[in-house]
């Protein structure tokens, strides 16, 4: 079966990458025909205004893939920007798909409805100010033509600098988590490029004429805008594209430190490039049952994230016996973190070392993911041809 994957290079990754994506991937890779991309494209749909770390970031993700497994002589690795049908696929593909389809995908949607939440926030704003204005006004020494104009004008101008102070100023984390609302997304996101990412996600998908597209599930909703797309496509100018499979990975999401799920946005993550001294940190901090506050304490494994991790990295046995002595308090958080660190760290330094090789290597490194997008490249210049026929262009 031919499987493609691309991710986003947004910063370094985390244990919670590995577990939920990339495991998969490299378990894939062994037995079908894998491409797996670095979408560089897509992290400008949101982070266009803050390119200073692109560069760095696509290359920490290649550093990443390699470390974590990901083999250039099993799967196609490559850079989404250097293979650039995906762009001309990604137009025409624009041509046959209806607003609407984007409109509700659900990503765009939330931003929307942040923009919303916005509106109304200014609407409160103004509510609450518009009183005061109105006696400044009113104790003007001077005669004005038309008092409610200038309210209006005044309420107008405060309330777009106060909007401008919450979201540049001090006030922004507290009253942003308030509202549910992140600065990005009121800046950033309320562009053509951002409505268009889910086509050009189904072009990355369609070129190749991937079955299976391995992915966490919050990408379900573009896989299901991809199904679409191509089902029109073929409907409008004959059979052409396969409807991609969203592949998931069975493993429940990995907890963070603080026993959310594992995000960069959370700072609660565990990443490759962390040093063993900052992980022993992190685990140290790791959150607990809160009701077992001393070693004596009964603690409740099933609600515990170290626990959760000894259940990935310790041997069974051992596991077993740690639930047993956690339950009748008989083992102590400090001494069941010092070892799920040592059976972590089993498997964080190979990782680590390989990764320091590969940074060394980082030259053929790159070299590798061009080539990978050479081979994409004549793949996807078939299907172009092909696309283009169907379209009757040429
Ligand atoms: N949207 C994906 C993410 O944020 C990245 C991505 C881009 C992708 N193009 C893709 C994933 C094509 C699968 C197939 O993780």
Redesign the pocket.
């Known amino acids: 079966m031919r499987i493609?994957?691309?991710?986003?290079p947004t910063g370094k990754l985390h244990l919670g990458h590995y577990f939920g994506v990339i495991k998969n991937w490299v378990k894939l890779q062994e037995e079908h025909e894998t491409f797996f991309?670095v979408?560089d494209w897509?992290a400008l749909t949101t982070g266009y205004k803050n390119i200073s770390a692109l560069h760095e970031n696509i290359e920490e993700l290649m550093v990443d893939w390699i470390a974590l497994g990901l083999d250039p002589q099993k799967s196609v690795l490559f850079i989404?920007s250097k293979v650039k049908e995906h762009a001309e696929l990604y137009l025409l593909l624009g041509m046959i798909t209806p607003k609407s389809w984007l409109e509700w995908n659900p990503t765009y949607k939330d931003l929307k409805y942040n923009l919303l939440r916005i509106s109304d926030l200014e609407l409160m704003i103004k509510n609450s100010i518009r009183d005061i204005v109105k006696e400044v006004v009113a104790k003007l020494p001077y005669k004005v033509e038309d008092f409610e104009l200038l309210e209006e004008q005044l309420v107008d101008d405060m309330a777009q600098s106060i909007i401008k102070g919450i979201f540049e100023g001090y006030l922004a984390r507290d009253i942003l988590r308030e509202i549910n609302v992140s600065k990005r997304d009121f800046y950033e996101t309320d562009t053509f490029g951002f409505l268009g990412?889910p086509v050009?996600?189904a072009a990355?998908?369609l070129i190749y004429k991937a079955k299976g597209?391995p992915?966490?599930e919050?990408?379900l909703p573009?896989?299901e805008l991809t199904r679409e797309i191509a089902r029109r496509f073929n409907y409008l100018y004959g059979e052409t594209f396969p409807e991609p499979e969203a592949l998931l990975t069975p493993t429940s999401k990995l907890p963070g430190t603080d026993g959310r799920k594992m995000s960069k946005s959370y700072n609660n993550a565990i990443y490759f490039a962390d040093s063993k001294e900052e992980v022993q940190s992190k685990v140290m901090k790791f959150f607990t049952d809160p009701q077992k506050l001393r070693k004596g304490d009964p603690g409740r494994p099933e609600i515990c994230p170290v626990f959760f991790y000894h259940k990935i990295f310790t041997e069974e046995v051992t596991v077993k016996q740690i639930e047993e002595d956690c339950k009748k308090g008989a083992l102590g958080c400090v001494d069941c973190k010092r070892m799920m660190f040592e059976r972590l760290e089993a498997f964080l330094e190979p990782i680590r070392e390989k990764r320091q090789k590969a940074k060394e290597n980082i030259k053929q490194i790159k070299h590798a993911f061009l080539d990978g997008s050479h081979t994409a490249s004549k793949i996807a210049r078939q299907t172009l041809e092909e696309v283009r026929e169907r379209m009757n262009l040429v």
């Open positions: 493609v994957s691309g991710m986003r991309f979408a897509h989404q990412y050009l996600q990355d998908i597209v992915v966490g919050d990408q573009h896989i």
